[in-house]
């Protein structure tokens, strides 16, 4: 069987080593240390965010947001429908109900009009929502001046899931940091990863204060271990931070060759009917983490026949994401639907990404699409 061709896998830029390395030497093999220290403000730098805490995951940054808000057993949280399920799965473990809200068609993220739409009613069921959790699909930046205008308007905080989206940005501004709070990943898909890790940035410092302090099992300040709240395990070590120093320092060149990869495949498949790619606007600059499609199914090719015909050369490609109000978990959450993300997760796909595709690969693509798609 011919080598896998993975739809993203982690690629490593050299100096990681030298951080990792460093933590040894030093004996630093424990929680905290000089990398996390050095990690969280490198990427606030990076960023241009003040505060920075790093985490052991996007979906810990996510619950500690949450928390950060005071939500709570009762409340309800806006969050997108088309999306991974680790932007809904914190709201449920603070006891609040999800308010899923579906997305437009420009981004694929979600779609002011039906927010504002879902605020009312929620307002007028007597349950003002607690707070917005917009996405950043596949790094493409949401239309977030228009989200921000009818979140101030009602009075509801945004946070900013950008676990998909470090390197993108909106009229120049990083993604991540427009909300009172924003979310990032470094799982090992992610365009940068420290295998697994996340953080949590913000402009507010008592929100990541509180941060570190409950993510470090809200030890309180005492020779021996006194608890006055509840804890968390959720801050990243100071080798996987280590790893994040190293990845960061490509960031820009990873950026560069995930951009390069969705310009090869507009080259390939852009001027075929019935393909259509998620595209920036003028306002927007996307990393394309990865890069989407939709397949029209008039076409006679349906998203399966893509998937499985790239399969059959040990190809990865995936599905989009299915909508969070089609999980059978979340079956009983309110939702605000337009049909788009039901209709993008049955004829959307995404095609391998990585920054890492060699030649060969590449190669192996285009036959293997050309014999799918027959051009």
């Known amino acids: 069987m011919k080598p896998k061709i993975w739809l993203s896998s982690p690629h490593m830029g050299g100096n990681e080593l030298k951080y990792v390395n460093e933590a040894f030497e030093t004996n630093w093999v424990a929680p905290l240390g000089p990398n996390v220290t050095g990690f969280e403000q490198e990427l606030a730098a ?32 806006v969050c ?6 680790a932007s809904a ?16 068609t420009e981004t694929w993220n979600m779609d002011p009009n039906l927010l504002e739409v879902a605020i009312k009613d929620r307002m007028a069921k007597g349950k003002k929502p607690k707070a917005i959790v917009v996405v950043h699909l596949y790094g493409m930046p949401a ?14 905080p945004v946070v900013e899931d950008a ?15 427009f909300g009172v709070m924003g979310v990032l990943s470094f799982n090992g898909n992610k365009i940068i990863t420290t295998s697994g890790g996340g953080a949590l940035v913000s402009e507010n410092e008592g929100y990541i204060k509180n941060t570190r302090f409950l993510s470090t099992q809200a030890r309180d300040v005492a020779p021996h271990y006194q608890h006055s709240k509840i804890g968390y395990n959720y801050r990243m070590s100071n080798i996987v931070a280590g790893i ?51 397949i029209d199914p008039k076409i006679g090719i349906s998203r399966e026949d893509v998937r499985l015909g790239l399969e059959a050369d040990n190809i990865e490609s995936r599905p989009l994401w299915k909508p969070m109000h089609l999980q059978p978990v979340f079956s ?25 595709l060699t030649d060969e690969d590449r190669s192996r693509i285009v036959n293997q699409l050309k014999k799918i798609l027959k051009f």
């Open 143 to 156: 239309k977030i001046d228009e989200i921000l205008s009818i979140a101030q308007r009602y009075e509801i």
């Open 89 to 104: 799965n914190p709201i449920v473990y603070q006891g609040a109900t999800p308010v899923f809200v579906d997305s437009e």
């Open 46 to 77: 990076y960023l241009k965010v003040k505060h920075c805490a790093a985490l052991v995951s996007g979906t810990a940054a996510l619950h500690m947001a949450l928390i950060n808000l005071g939500v709570t057993h009762g409340d309800e949280v």
């Open 163 to 177: 676990a998909e989206a470090i390197g993108s940005t909106y009229k120049g501004k990083n993604c991540g940091t």
């Open 332 to 356: 009983g959450a309110p939702a605000y639907t337009n049909g788009f993300s039901e209709y993008a997760f049955e004829n959307g796909l995404c095609l391998p990404s990585g920054s890492n």
């Open 244 to 294: 994040g120093r190293g990845q960061l320092e490509v960031l820009n060149l990873r950026v560069q060759q995930r951009r390069a990869n969705n310009q090869f495949y507009r080259s390939l498949l852009g001027s075929l009917e019935g393909i259509t790619f998620l595209t920036e606007s003028n306002e927007t600059f996307s990393n394309y983490w990865l890069t989407a499609i939709l």
């Open 80 to 85: 997108q429908s088309f999306t991974f399920s």
